[in-house]
């Protein structure tokens, strides 16, 4: 599903609700970010992502975030189809998460 499609014909559209990032050590230019995104879990209406960035498997960076599938004209959440479903399931059950513990936050 693109999404133009979504925005364009379903008149939905995904912003985000939550981000959080922690740098953990910083890059160089010309480093290569890999960047891995996890789908932790899936509800109703929203996505709940961590990211791990890791440059030659060394952590850089890790982040999570909340995304909310919403109706573009009224602005109220708005239920996964099925089709869009079976992909979330898919790609969860499919992507496999790098093996890197979440850093404590700091205080």
Same mark, same amino acid.
């Given at each position: 599903?693109?999404?133009?499609?979504?925005?364009?014909?379903?008149?939905?559209?995904?912003?985000?609700?939550?981000? +959080?990032?922690?740098?953990?050590?910083?890059? #160089?230019?010309?480093?290569?970010?890999?960047?891995?995104?996890?789908? +932790?879990?899936?509800?109703?209406?929203?996505?709940?992502? @961590?990211?791990?960035?890791?440059?030659?498997? +060394?952590? @850089?960076?890790?982040? @999570?975030? #909340?995304?909310?599938?919403?109706?573009?004209?009224?602005?109220?959440?708005?239920?996964?189809?099925?089709?869009?479903? +079976?992909?979330?399931?898919?790609?969860?059950?499919?992507?496999?998460?790098?093996?890197?513990?979440?850093?404590?936050?700091?205080?």
């Amino acid at each position: 599903l693109k999404c133009s499609e979504m925005i364009m014909v379903q008149q939905v559209w995904q912003p985000t609700a939550f981000v +959080e990032c922690q740098f953990i050590k910083p890059c #160089v230019l010309g480093d290569d970010l890999d960047m891995a995104i996890v789908l +932790e879990k899936f509800g109703t209406s929203s996505l709940d992502l @961590r990211y791990i960035g890791t440059v030659d498997g +060394e952590v @850089r960076l890790c982040a @999570r975030s #909340v995304q909310v599938l919403i109706n573009f004209s009224d602005g109220k959440p708005v239920a996964f189809s099925d089709e869009i479903r +079976e992909k979330l399931t898919a790609y969860q059950r499919d992507v496999i998460p790098p093996d890197v513990p979440l850093p404590a936050r700091r205080k």
